[in-house]
């Protein structure tokens, strides 16, 4: 399937505010992560895979969330990041895991259980990434098994469910009527229209 130009441009602008908010998030992390340990601040792990559903719902294409995951976590480590080049790499890991998600149903799903099923694939491949790199390996399997389960409640619940509360919001505006979730949309109603009628 190829990408409309504007289907490109609406890609990059939200991969890059997403990318600002990791950036932002990360700087929170830091006092959280002194507060509670890095275990117990886990609970925050779901905004760093918001791009990835928020893209992919909205343009419904391979591909769409793990170039957005990719490009959103490159602005972070161009801002910044304390987490460095490991920024990238883990969002790398963390996309293909958000990908997995939608192409399971060959790309023709893209309802709530979907975008959830994407924030947790991508803390479960993003946690390879960790065990890797990050020194995971090192901890108990407790603590790991303790982790990865907070890992995948918040991908669920702060990358899948909140980014379908945040597009369908922006989708009330009007501002996405140009976008495949408004024209599936407008087909659904369509249908349920003419059901009702007979």
């Not at 959830?116 to 390996?137: E, K, R």
Request: with cysteine; hydrophobic share 55%; glycine share 12%.
């Amino acid at each position: 399937m190829n990408w409309k130009m504007k289907e490109v441009v609406l890609a990059v602008i939200l991969s890059i505010a997403c990318g600002v908010i990791y950036f932002g998030w990360s700087t929170i992390w830091i006092p959280i992560s002194a507060l509670v340990g890095p275990v117990g601040a886990g609970f925050m792990f779901g905004i760093w895979v918001i791009a990835s559903p928020i893209v992919a719902y909205i343009i419904r294409k391979p591909g769409a969330a793990f170039i957005a995951e990719v490009a959103a976590a490159a602005v972070e480590l161009i801002m910044g990041s304390h987490f460095g080049l490991s920024a990238l790499l883990v969002g790398v890991f963390q996309g293909i895991g958000a990908e997995i998600a939608f192409a399971i149903f060959r790309y023709k799903r893209y309802n709530l259980f979907t975008l959830m099923l994407s924030g947790a694939l991508a803390a479960i491949i993003g946690m390879v990434y960790n065990l890797l790199a990050n020194g995971f390996g090192f901890y108990t399997l407790p603590v790991l098994v303790t982790t990865l389960g907070i890992h995948i409640i918040s991908g669920i619940i702060l990358g899948g469910w909140l980014a379908k509360v945040i597009v369908d919001a922006l989708a009330k505006t009007g501002v996405l009527e140009q976008y495949e979730l408004m024209k599936e949309k407008r087909k659904k109603d369509d249908i349920h229209g003419n059901i009702s009628r007979m």
